[in-house]
């Protein structure tokens, strides 16, 4: 026992020193036409800028799913106005450089990484990337299949295809049932014309973040940026909206599958980012998945890799999933489980430990320039708040047992739970009608 508390005591040691050495860094902010750019020094010689455009799938309507996914790919998969597709992939291997996007439910990102001797090689391709990509129609129609067949497989993984169904039924209605990757049928009627139009719609200053990680005066970076910004309209104020999930009543829906075993998946509420039960909850879920984990597998052998965890973003929520050939066993001890948490809350040497982890674990993760950036632009975008980046550990320390206990019984009440596989091995009636149906989640918002 003492020798996992001196353990403890020097992870904790270990990331405050981490924090201080990253104040004395002195990460800021600043604004160049009209955009804020979030700058923090690294340290090394590793140059990571990253571009945000906000919305993600508030951006587009169902019916065009796949849309952004498509023209963030083709920023760099169908060259620039300067430069054709091997041209500009040959100048980034040249210098062993990367430039490439992808878009998720809450944003799209455009990131260049290279040592810092090549950024005024690699900076104009990626200015090119961003303001004056070609949208070539034979590549257009590359990247497309590629993209089709991606959709093809995905379907055909069971994990991926029980989290797509779940963000279907649950969402339902709302801009979070759309699927960034779209459908086949979406992507096959898209054409380059159509794509470049939406990309020229939603490339504002009033979208973007933009992020640097690098050693870099202060002046070089406003200049470079101020001058790829010169041709990008400013548009109008654009603020990502944040929806609450609310479960009023527990649900199941299922899908017959021919699969080896059945997949199951649950989503019920979440705390939105920038709200105070927001660090208490992620705590909590990462506790309850390491117990759900020891219980279904370890416990009762009803699956090899359940999961829990807690999914943020604009509509955050959390989630469980299984594999399992028993699926009536495996809903009766998640009840059993959940009910023992709200009834007697989280022990405090679970709480204490758990924020050692996960403090050592964030930094850890944000060892290197890339994650840095992710997470700065992530925290701006979902949090308006970049900052909390830097100050997370802080927060994180002042948590106490019973908030972190108090968030979990807060917010996990009535579920969206889904299926798929043989229906005849499932009673829908231990979903719907198990422990957990209490009454409706006591979360008013």
């Not at 590629?146 to 991926?160: G, M, R, T, V, Y």
């Amino acid at each position: 026992m003492k020798k996992i508390k001196l353990l403890g005591l020097l992870a904790i040691a270990a990331i405050i020193g981490a924090g201080t050495a990253k104040a004395q860094n002195k990460p800021y902010e600043t604004i160049v036409s009209g955009v804020k750019v979030i700058v923090q020094p690294s340290g090394n010689d590793i140059v990571v800028v990253q571009t945000a455009i906000k919305g993600g799938v508030q951006n587009y309507p169902a019916e065009k799913m796949g849309i952004e996914s498509m023209a963030i790919n083709a920023l760099t998969e169908c060259g620039t106005l300067k430069h054709d597709k091997n041209t500009f992939k040959n100048a980034l291997d040249k210098v062993s450089a990367q430039v490439y996007g992808y878009d998720t439910k809450d944003y799209a990102l455009i990131s260049m990484n290279c040592i810092k001797s090549d950024f005024n090689t690699v900076w104009p391709l990626y200015a090119e990337a961003i303001t004056q990509p070609a949208f070539n129609p034979k590549e257009f129609e590359r990247i497309k299949q590629d993209a089709i067949n991606n959709l093809k497989s995905n379907d055909a993984q069971p994990d991926a295809a029980i989290d797509k169904y779940a963000d279907k039924v649950a969402f339902k209605g709302r801009d979070y049932a759309k699927d960034p990757d779209g459908t086949v049928a979406i992507l096959q009627a898209l054409t380059a014309a159509e794509t470049k139009a939406y990309y020229n719609k939603i490339l504002t200053r009033s979208r973007m973040v933009i992020v640097v990680v690098a050693d870099l005066p202060r002046a070089d970076i406003e200049a470079k940026i101020a001058a790829m910004l010169a041709g990008v309209k400013q548009g109008t104020p654009f603020t990502p909206k944040k929806e609450f999930f609310r479960v009023y009543k527990n649900t199941f829906s299922s899908e017959k599958r021919d699969l080896a075993t059945n997949y199951v998946e649950g989503i019920t509420s979440g705390p939105a980012p920038g709200t105070p039960d927001y660090n208490a909850f992620n705590v909590a879920m990462r506790i309850f998945a390491d117990k759900h984990f020891l219980d279904i597998r370890t416990n009762n052998g009803l699956s090899y890799a359940p999961q829990a965890w807690f999914s943020t973003g604009t509509t955050a929520t959390a989630r469980f999933s299984v594999s399992t050939t028993q699926p009536d066993k495996y809903i009766a001890v998640f009840d059993k489980l959940v009910d023992g948490i709200k009834s007697k809350g989280f022990a405090n040497d679970e709480v204490a430990n758990m924020k050692v982890t996960y403090l050592t674990g964030f930094y850890y993760k944000n060892e290197t320039n890339e994650a840095q950036a992710a997470s700065l632009i992530s925290n701006e975008v979902l949090h308006n708040n970049w900052m909390r980046s830097i100050t997370l550990v802080d927060e994180v320390k002042k948590l106490t047992t019973a908030q972190v206990s108090d968030a979990f019984r807060k917010y996990i009440g009535n579920i969206v739970w889904v299926y798929q596989g043989d229906t005849k091995k499932v009673n829908p009636l231990l979903f719907t009608n198990g422990t957990l149906n209490k009454g409706d989640n006591p979360v008013s918002h």
